[in-house]
């Protein structure tokens, strides 16, 4: 799958609906590699159309995702509190980390930029905002490079060029309007897995819009 397709890219709660997110073996054969999620909107393939908005009537689902944990140097906005509620309801686009250019073969670059790998619209990042790697032993990591508004790594700023080590439900904060959750395969489909399981029984935990449930739910 293509992180920079022209065909629009699914929602957790789209993707919970598929029968993939009940067959483990052929999901983690499609989304070999990490994921990005992403809000509503954000991404240049997800379609503007889509609400941005959490609602009581959906399901809040918890999918290890490290928020509030903004310090008092983050530049983060009213804006970043809705999204963070469209992906905690499980409307964040997933987005595959992969690349799409020929330039910077070993990093996986994000920004405003058409020549992006992952194209985001939004005037509040850079036109390359940073850069995802993958390590010798698979692991992940990402560089800020050297971005206008800046990154922030589960609510702590990044020094420009400089290299932090991702695992599954950080939060990359893209200046102050654009969150971003790290899913590995395996956490995004037991991410898809509880949502779809609820979704099943017509439940969901009772939460305040957009607001994340115990951290527990995950394994309910």
């Known amino acids: 799958m293509n992180a920079a397709s022209d065909t629009q890219l699914p929602t957790l709660r789209e993707l919970s609906a598929s029968p993939l997110a009940r067959d483990r073996e052929e999901f983690l054969r499609r989304y070999a590699s990490p994921v990005l999620m992403l809000p509503p909107g954000a991404h240049s393939g997800s379609g503007k159309h889509r609400d941005n908005k959490a609602t009581d009537r959906q399901v809040a689902v918890w999918v290890g995702f490290k928020a509030g944990t903004d310090t008092p140097g983050s530049p983060a906005s009213m804006k970043v509190f809705v999204n963070r509620a469209a992906i905690h309801a499980g409307n964040g686009i997933v987005c595959p980390i992969a690349k799409r250019t020929v330039e910077m073969p070993k990093w996986i670059s ?111």
């Open 110 to 220: 994000i920004g405003r930029s058409a020549t992006s790998d992952i194209v985001l619209e939004a005037d509040t990042v850079s036109r390359i905002q940073g850069c995802f790697t993958e390590g010798p032993n698979g692991s992940w990591s990402f560089l800020d490079a050297a971005s206008t508004n800046g990154v922030w790594h589960n609510g702590e700023r990044i020094r420009p060029r400089r290299v932090v080590d991702l695992a599954d439900g950080d939060e990359l904060l893209l200046g102050p309007e654009v969150p971003a959750v790290f899913k590995t395969p395996h956490g995004l489909f037991e991410a898809l897995a509880v949502l779809a399981r609820h979704e099943d029984n017509g439940r969901g935990p009772a939460t305040e819009s957009g607001t994340p449930p115990d951290r527990n739910h995950l394994s309910s």
